[in-house]
């Protein structure tokens, strides 16, 4: 089955600094990579998503970016803000699959 | 925004107890999946479900494990014969579809403690 890697397991950055997070997946027939982001005692949202036909997607201070030669794919946010700490998974899915692979989960903590 | 629900947001339970945890998908969804977190560690898929039936399932979803639509509105997950490795957080989801199209929405989860 997939086996998706994340990396770090915590980050923390000043605010207005940039936070990025890596993920690698294991399974090549994986075609679908969404972030999602937990928020203390909450559930988890996604935030954003890419296809693997696609290399890279931004979405105001969110992007993320799709290598599938490598198998790697990875979340960037920018100018960090103190709404951003929170808890941040990636996940896969593959093309005959329903289910969601999560890598370990990121602890970002933005100090103000 | 329609949401997710999930009752009771917390359970503590005997070991060897039998526990039902509810979930209430999104109305026009199709597509309902658990999947449980143990603290500190990652979300791991349990079981997807479509049409009345099993779609998939982990190796975690064994015999001590069952679902069931048993209405147009609510999807139970049944644990018996709870063990201490049983406490976790357990997430419902639903999707309007399935496969890569279609986001999946969690609810807020059901926090399980198996003494």
């Known amino acids: 089955g997939e086996n998706v890697e994340q990396h770090p397991s915590t980050l923390s950055v000043q605010e207005g600094d940039s936070a990025v997070i890596k993920c690698t997946y294991s399974?090549?027939?994986?075609?679908?990579f969404p972030w999602y982001k937990q928020e203390l005692g909450k559930r988890p949202q996604l935030i954003i998503d890419?296809?693997?036909?696609?290399g890279e997607k931004k979405d105001q201070r969110i992007a993320v970016t799709l290598n599938k030669t490598a198998k790697h794919f990875s979340l960037h946010i920018t100018e960090t803000q103190p709404e951003d700490s929170a808890v941040y998974f990636c996940a896969a899915v593959g093309v005959n699959d329903y289910k969601l692979s999560f890598g370990a989960g990121t602890t970002v903590t933005v100090r103000a | 925004e329609p949401e997710v629900t999930q009752t009771p947001s917390h359970q503590v339970t005997q070991m060897g107890q039998e526990v039902i945890l509810r979930c209430v998908p999104i109305s026009n969804h199709l597509y309902f999946y658990w999947y449980r977190q143990i603290l500190g560690q990652k979300v791991e898929f349990l079981v997807s479900f479509y049409n009345n039936e099993i779609s998939e399932k982990s190796e975690i979803f064994d015999d001590q494990f069952s679902v069931e639509r048993p209405d147009g509105s609510n999807f139970t997950l049944k644990i018996r014969s709870t063990k201490l490795e049983d406490s976790a957080m357990y997430f419902c989801?639903?999707?309007?579809?399935?496969?890569?199209?279609?986001?999946?929405?969690f609810g807020p989860g059901t926090r399980l403690t198996v003494t």
């Open positions: 890419i296809r693997s036909n696609v």
């Open positions: 399974d090549s027939a994986s075609n679908y």
């Open positions: 989801a639903s999707s309007e579809s399935g496969g890569v199209t279609y986001e999946q929405y």
